[in-house]
């Protein structure tokens, strides 16, 4: 049986440990939920009043070139590059992730239409399970579109590969499920999409800053991710799009805007696409909240993936062993592979009064939420969770539900 004494002799030999504290983290509070809102770092409130003080306040529109505002986007896109194995200039961070999407997905059947004139590929392969903008994101741009296409929804991952075939125009598949914490073999879906003459499209959202990636190994078309999750990047901060430098010379998206064109200064009556991964831009970003995504960067820099992923792997391990120790009574099911390289940085458990439950655990201190049906979902973000924080929260969990101390009667909040 696991003690807690185990638990914070772990803490005393991780050599993540120190980096918890340069994050803003309240008392009494474990926080499980980096997979869906990252925690603040200290060094975001530095960096805010810098750019409001000195930046906006002080140097005012001389920081478009002076403090690098225009450039931001591709700068920062720079920084994220490393933690998703993209190349320098081929990260934007720009939009929301479902806007990128957008963006992406029409590139990507602008790209196959143009390769091969006379092919009739007109089929989108994405997951029934998928995150539900990236479903609606496909639908909207297929009836915008009308021309044809049709959307192939996979119902569970291993039936992935027999659903691309020679059909395929494109396949947008996220990562690591965010359900479940499913993770895929980016490798092997996008060498047998490119088999069947198909392009790859990646979302990142619960990958990014939560497990190692190398798109270039995986020869990846496209990718996607937001920031806010497992970045740190704040709430709603711009999310990013990678265009891999093989892609760039063919790459245009329906939002052609200002910051896509060539030279946008020089105000041109028509647009010219500027051929490298500017494309992926469309107009003026929301500068603060953009820079802050630099904040949450910072700390990434300070370690390494492989670090993180087995201090990850670490984490949701002893959070499954402890739940299956202590309690084995009550009507839990693991929703997320056991298997490591199935499994993403969280751990999702049903119970038959899921909302409840987590509802319970909120109120003390335990923060995870709740997905339909029935889904807690609990995040594990090796910069700032603790092995003792794995301990105390199923202490927690364990008296919840020995002591039926959840209300079945509660009304569900706007956001689970
Ligand atoms: C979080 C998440 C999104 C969020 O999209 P927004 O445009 O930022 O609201 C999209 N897709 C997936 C897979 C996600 O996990």
Same mark, same amino acid.
């Given at each position: ?41 200290? =060094? @975001?409130?530095?960096?805010?009043? !810098? ?7 002080? %140097? +005012?529109?001389? $920081? ?122 980016? =490798? @092997?879906?996008?060498?047998?999409? !490119? ?7 990646? %979302? +990142?959202?619960? $990958? ?209």
């Amino acid at each position: 049986m696991i003690t807690e004494a185990h638990c914070i002799q772990l803490d005393q030999n991780d050599e993540l440990a120190h980096l918890r504290q340069q994050f803003a983290l309240p008392p009494q509070t474990i926080y499980l939920d980096g997979n869906s809102l990252g925690a603040q770092p200290h =060094a @975001a409130l530095e960096q805010a009043q !810098h750019i409001i003080r000195q930046e906006w306040g002080t %140097d +005012l529109i001389k $920081s478009w070139n002076q403090a690098g505002w225009f450039n931001r986007p591709l700068s920062i896109g720079n920084e994220l590059a490393p933690l998703i194995g993209a190349h320098p200039n081929e990260v934007a961070v720009t939009d929301s992730t479902s806007v990128n999407l957008f963006k992406g997905a029409a590139a990507a059947l602008h790209m196959q239409r143009s390769q091969n004139a006379t092919a009739q590929r007109r089929v989108i392969v994405t997951e029934r399970s998928n995150f539900p903008t990236d479903i609606y994101i496909l639908e909207g741009l297929k009836h915008f579109l009308n021309d044809g296409y049709e959307l192939r929804l996979v119902d569970h991952p291993e039936h992935i590969h027999q659903a691309i075939d020679t059909d395929v125009a494109l396949v947008v598949l996220t990562h690591v499920n965010y359900r479940t914490g499913y993770m895929l073999d980016m =490798a @092997a879906i996008s060498a047998h999409a !490119h088999q069947q003459g198909a392009l790859i499209l990646w %979302d +990142l959202c619960h $990958s990014a800053g939560a497990v190692p990636i190398d798109l270039h190994a995986a020869q990846a078309d496209l990718a996607i991710g937001c920031t806010y999750k497992y970045l740190n990047g704040g709430p709603g901060s711009p999310a990013f799009i990678w265009v891999p430098e093989k892609h760039q010379a063919q790459f245009t998206q329906p939002l052609t805007g200002w910051w896509a064109h060539q030279s946008p200064f020089e105000m041109q009556p028509s647009f010219q696409d500027s051929g490298d991964i500017r494309a992926a831009l469309c107009g003026t970003q929301p500068i603060i909240s953009l820079s802050l995504v630099s904040s949450g960067l910072a700390v990434f820099k300070q370690t390494s993936m492989a670090k993180i992923r087995t201090k990850s792997l670490a984490l949701t391990d002893l959070f499954i062993q402890l739940i299956e120790e202590r309690c084995a009574d009550h009507p839990l099911h693991l929703e997320t592979p056991r298997e490591h390289a199935q499994r993403g940085s969280q751990v999702s458990i049903a119970h038959p009064h899921g909302y409840a439950v987590i509802q319970a655990l909120i109120e003390r201190g335990v923060i995870g939420d709740y997905r339909e049906p029935h889904i807690m979902r609990f995040g594990f973000t090796p910069l700032y969770t603790s092995f003792q924080d794995v301990w105390q929260a199923v202490a927690i969990l364990k008296d919840v539900l020995d002591n039926q101390k959840y209300d079945t009667n509660l009304e569900k909040n706007a956001v689970t």
